[in-house]
């Protein structure tokens, strides 16, 4: 039900930040859905001048090396995958990371040399893995935690209910566009992808002025970075994140989270959002 939903939606691709089973797999080649796959190496960050990390324990790389062992074994015959990752949001400033997945992306090579070799990297922070790989992916949120962090609750009237803004939320992606710029600029035979960008919206939470967490802030922000990826010549696919709304404690409850995270084209229930027919539009065009 899911892969069709993602059809109906338009893709044509399908990011998972962790390997699938073979019935995942046979389904995307049956239904035609390329696949982007990568060992659950993602989100340590030592500090830039931190030594001894994880990244210089053996045991750390050779579970990582068995990790991509496993998931190669498992995809290698499947036409629909096309592209191992080999980790996520790392801090690739550290010294000892370099190293690391370097190793990595050998190991990978001499198991499975047909597919290509990614790496995500948050905000642009890519350091040396840039020639490491054939396609970079960039995960960012401008336009969505830039603006929650520093936003207030709109006003409450006397029965609780939030009161009407009079004009609606503004979407500013400048810096995102100097982020990818700057990326650009030091990366220049390197193929780009947009893996990870939206907002968080309440399902059924509805706005007239795009209010942030409302369907229409997350839809109409989605559209704009789905139409920058497009107007760039350097841009050669997307991955809104995510799929479905999903539990995640780190979502801690502020009157919007509940420990899920809300980011999906999808509810938890799998009824489609407002995000999800604004992706429909882009990727299918107007529909007859």
């Not at 659950?40 to 324990?57: I, N, Q």
């Not at 062992?69 to 990752?85: K, L």
Request: aromatic content about 10%.
């Amino acid at each position: 039900i899911d892969l069709r939903l993602m059809k109906d939606a338009g893709c044509n691709a399908v990011r998972c930040h962790y390997p699938m089973d073979s019935g995942f797999y046979d389904a995307c080649d049956r239904l035609g859905l390329l696949v982007w796959i990568e060992p659950p190496v993602y989100c340590y960050h030592p500090a830039d001048g931190e030594l001894g990390t994880r990244f210089a324990d053996p045991d750390w790389l050779a579970l990582a090396e068995q990790m991509v062992r496993e998931m190669i074994v498992t995809a290698r015959n499947h036409p629909s995958v096309v592209i191992y990752g080999i980790g996520n949001e790392c801090n690739t400033a550290n010294p000892e990371a370099a190293a690391f997945f370097t190793q990595l992306a050998t190991t990978i090579r001499a198991e499975d040399p047909t597919r290509l070799l990614s790496y995500a990297a948050l905000y642009g922070i890519v350091g040396p893995l840039a020639d490491l790989v054939d396609v970079l992916g960039i995960n960012s949120y401008w336009g969505w935690y830039d603006r929650i962090w520093s936003a207030q609750r709109p006003a409450e009237s006397a029965d609780g209910s939030a009161l009407p803004t009079v004009e609606r939320v503004p979407i500013d992606l400048t810096p995102m566009r100097e982020m990818l710029n700057a990326v650009l600029d030091g990366n220049a035979d390197v193929a780009l992808f947009l893996t990870e960008f939206g907002a968080d919206s309440v399902p059924g939470n509805h706005s007239a002025s795009r209010d942030l967490w409302s369907e229409e802030y997350h839809a109409d922000l989605l559209r704009e970075i789905l139409g920058l990826a497009q107007d760039h010549p350097r841009i050669v696919g997307t991955f809104p994140f995510c799929f479905c709304d999903y539990r995640d404690p780190s979502k801690i409850p502020n009157g919007y989270w509940d420990e899920q995270n809300l980011k999906g084209l999808v509810d938890y229930r799998r009824h489609p959002k407002l995000a999800f027919h604004a992706v429909q539009q882009v990727y299918r065009g107007p529909l007859s």
